[in-house]
């Protein structure tokens, strides 16, 4: 097989600007287009998939899907791990508990992704109570990983068996609209819009106008924005989030908010040093705001981030307890 990717690589112009943005400092950046067997195994899988090279690329050259198509033959420690999760349970996490859901004919899904199952049930009981407090009636299926973390380390055929698993369930029980919680799931998801209405709970939530329901307090709120969601899904997530946000706290932006935690793409399961290393300077971002709670709607960039910022919260909870929800510890 050649090793050539097709990523319109006669349209680089080697102007520098993707390896100046990227949060890994990928120093291969610029040869990829030219001599991608060139490129070092540990650049490769350095790149956390933020995305923000082709979002800078004047010449929109697909930089993120050629690194994800050259790890396609590559096994790491991380990698395998994943395989291995994905084989044995389903998910890309070893479950800690049985996810019991309730399941029944409707027009409308709520799919939570596998950390939000398994890890942070915070954020789907929030979003169920919100879907609740709308008046939306929903159902849950009992869900196979999404793909996202597949596609993210090349595995693109894999990915598509385990997303075709949750749409046989989508589709067996009418559904016509999923909502997401999670930016891996729902660009994945998206991927199929043509046959499902796929909206993130912030799309949701701007549609019923939720920030105009809460009270506004003096507290400092300042968010991290999620690439798979700022990036991946739409830069007008982040428009509704600051909006509620607004509406509920002093809420300050911080710098470059855009820019990579270091969690995604794999790195913070193949290279913990690494990707904590890459978490240092949006820490040092965070810690500067003085921020009275920092929020984030990526189950992922939440994991990571709190190991230094205890007390990080999705969106989803606050907005849920500011509407009611009276569950306070998850
Ligand atoms: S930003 Fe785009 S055009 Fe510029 S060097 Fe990178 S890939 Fe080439
Ligand atoms: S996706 Fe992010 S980490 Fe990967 S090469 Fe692009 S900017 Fe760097």
Known sequence: MSDRVPMNGEMCVKCGICEAVCPSRLSSLRSLDLDRSGALPEEIVNCTTCNRCVASCPRSVPITKAIERMRQSMTTQGYAETLANLSAYGTSIVPTSPCNVDVKSCKVAYFAGCLTNHRMGGIAASVEYTLDYLGI??????????????????????????????????RSLGVETVITSCPGCTSTLMEYQDEFEVLHYLDLYDRHRLYTDVDKSDRVATMQFPCHLYRNVSPYTMIIAEQILSAMYDYRRMPEADRCCGAGGGVRRNDLALSRQLKARKVDDIRAMAPDIVITACPQCKVHLSEDVPGIEDLSVVLARALGFSQHEF
Not at 145 to 165: T, V, Y
Request: aromatic share 6%; proline share 6%; glycine share 8%.
């Open 137 to 170: 009636e929903f159902t849950r299926i009992p869900e196979v990983c999404c793909g996202s973390p597949l596609n993210r380390i090349g595995r693109f055929d894999l990915a598509r068996k385990m997303l075709e698993k949750n749409l046989g369930m989508l």
